[in-house]
T-cell receptor
Framework: DGGITQSPKYLFRKEGQNVTLSCEQN?????MYWYRQDPGQGLRLIYY???????QKGDIAEGYSVSREKKESFPLTVTSAQKNPTAFYLC????????????????FGAGTRLSVL | GQQLNQSPQSMFIQEGEDVSMNCTSS?????WLWYKQDPGEGPVLLIA?????ELTSNGRLTAQFGITRKDSFLNISASIPSDVGIYFC??????????????FGKGTHLIIQP
């Protein structure tokens, strides 16, 4: 079945450590996104990528980095510069293009819950 | 940046009751989406709206794209226990050429009392 796979489901980070969250999709989507969700809050955009080897900062990019070397993959690294990394991280993907109605529909993975030890 | 106000924050209802929630924005959007999120899972798309004034149904769910393009509502009729979860509205501007991220409301937590 087509979909978005995030791994791991749970992740623990030590002080000063970088950790990488995986996101893979087999939907043949061009665009991919990373969101952060805190309790009682909506989703906030960290980074997004419209095409391979290109990505843009979202609203809360500080302390995070991404790469987009393959269409199917968009890993997120939470660096030691992110002082409050504990959150639920969601990856999404969508078709990209100029023809509506496909632009708006983003499909989400099941999420990775990151905690600090 | 753009902000979405979603209300109510939470709803406690009896099974069988109808539910209504809405989102308002300080800016216009070209697309409104409604998602449902179960605990520990990613959001799942319920309804997508692409034109001002559009009214779309999906089973017991009905959503409308406001005429001003700054608001949207979601109604659930005859609620059932599996409707429990957090409902998010999301808006997207789709400003020419880019696949922009969505702006999300903070969610409406629906709780159904037996």
């Amino acid at each position: 079945d087509g979909g978005i796979t995030q791994s791991p489901k749970y992740l623990f980070r030590k002080e000063g450590q970088n950790v990488t969250l995986s996101c893979e999709q087999n939907l043949n989507h061009d665009a991919m996104y990373w969101y952060r969700q805190d309790p009682g809050q909506g989703l906030r955009l960290i980074y997004y990528s419209q095409i391979v080897n290109d990505f843009q900062k979202g609203d809360i990019a500080e302390g995070y980095s991404v790469s987009r070397e393959k269409k199917e993959s968009f890993p997120l690294t939470v660096t030691s510069a992110q002082k409050n990394p504990t959150a639920f991280y969601l990856c999404a993907s969508s078709k990209a293009g100029r023809r509506q109605p496909v632009w708006g529909i983003q499909y989400f993975g099941a999420g990775t819950r990151l905690s600090v030890l | 940046g753009q902000q979405l106000n979603q209300s109510p924050q939470s709803m406690f209802i009896q099974e069988g009751e109808d539910v209504s929630m809405n989102c308002t924005s300080s800016s216009i959007f070209n697309t409104w989406l409604w998602y449902k999120q179960d605990p520990g899972e990613g959001p799942v798309l319920l309804i997508a709206l692409y034109k001002a004034g559009e009214l779309t149904s999906n089973g017991r769910l009905t959503a409308q794209f406001g005429i001003t393009r700054k608001d949207s509502f979601l109604n659930i009729s005859a609620s059932i226990p599996s409707d429990v979860g957090i409902y998010f509205c999301a808006g997207q501007l789709n400003s020419g050429g880019g696949a922009d991220g969505l702006t999300f409301g903070k969610g409406t937590h629906l709780i159904i009392q037996p």
